[in-house]
């Protein structure tokens, strides 16, 4: 692809970010569709590198300026003051952003994508990604925190249903879609490993962070809290003891009960934040 001038600069930021449906003809859905989420798309193009999509030095010099920004303010940190009395981090990003600037001038062409740009843009786009993901759940976590207030629905509820189902439906697509191709190990190890990942990063991370601050982080043990580790406690020996006798080969009865003991769950959390049952 030859690109030149102005002009050949406009046709490759316009070829950047056409519409692509793929080899298959698209029906009117999905052109709607399209259409609809373009304005979407068009902004996470701008300012998330994809190593997918075929190289093109003017979107690298745009995401160069433009990323590095974004993500800081992704990460509400744009403000942040790192010398007592000076500017914010969006006074020093625009250096980093010069030097990666003159890096793609100087050393790639319009014509021939260079030797590591997708393994670059991929990093880049995978932490761009996270920042993108940290602002929207910030942005969620304060409309459902703002619903529970409005409505008087304690803040633990809404954390284990809407949040909680928010997060997860994603998962449960994804790790029934690898168990129906043949890789159920893969997607046993999946549902195991994502929970887990949260809970010990999850919790750890922010606790860590505090400790190196030297701050303390006060924890009410509640009944809800009584029963999320309980049900817990349950699940993860009903699963090891299911995983030990049969020898990871689980049945369709494994599942059935899991799913009765969430709703079990759900129904004792309920109870206990509606104070029609106490425990503690």
């Not at 509640?222 to 990871?248: D, K, Y």
Request: net charge neutral; hydrophobic share 60%.
């Amino acid at each position: 692809r030859s690109v030149s001038g102005v002009r050949g600069i406009i046709e490759d930021l316009v070829a950047y970010h056409a519409i692509d449906f793929g080899d298959e003809k698209p029906t009117l859905w999905d052109r709607i569709k399209a259409y609809i989420l373009f304005p979407i798309t068009f902004i996470f193009k701008m300012t998330v590198p994809l190593g997918a999509i075929q190289w093109s030095k003017p979107m690298a010099v745009i995401h160069a300026i433009v990323a590095p920004q974004c993500l800081l303010f992704n990460l509400q940190v744009l403000l942040f003051t790192p010398i007592p009395g000076g500017p914010g981090l969006y006074a020093f990003v625009p250096i980093i952003s010069l030097i990666i600037i003159v890096l793609i001038l100087c050393f790639t062409t319009m014509d021939e994508e260079p030797r590591f740009y997708k393994l670059i843009a991929s990093l880049s786009g995978f932490v761009m990604s996270i920042g993108w993901m940290y602002c929207i759940s910030a942005e969620i976590v304060d409309v459902i925190t703002m619903i529970g207030v409005v409505t008087g629905i304690d803040q633990a509820i809404l954390g284990l249903t809407i949040i909680a189902w928010a997060n997860s439906v994603s998962d449960l697509i994804a790790d029934r879609a690898i168990a129906r191709q043949g890789f159920c190990r893969m997607a046993m190890a999946a549902a195991l490993g994502g929970p887990l990942f949260n809970l010990l990063i999850g919790f750890g991370l922010p606790f860590t962070i505090a400790k190196l601050k030297g701050s303390d982080v006060p924890i009410a043990f509640n009944s809800v809290s009584l029963i999320m580790v309980t049900f817990m406690f349950i699940s993860l020996l009903f699963t090891t003891v299911n995983l030990l006798v049969f020898r990871a080969n689980l049945k369709r009865v494994y599942g059935l009960i899991m799913i009765a003991i969430y709703f079990a769950f759900l129904v004792f959390i309920l109870l206990s934040a509606t104070n029609v049952l106490n425990w503690i």
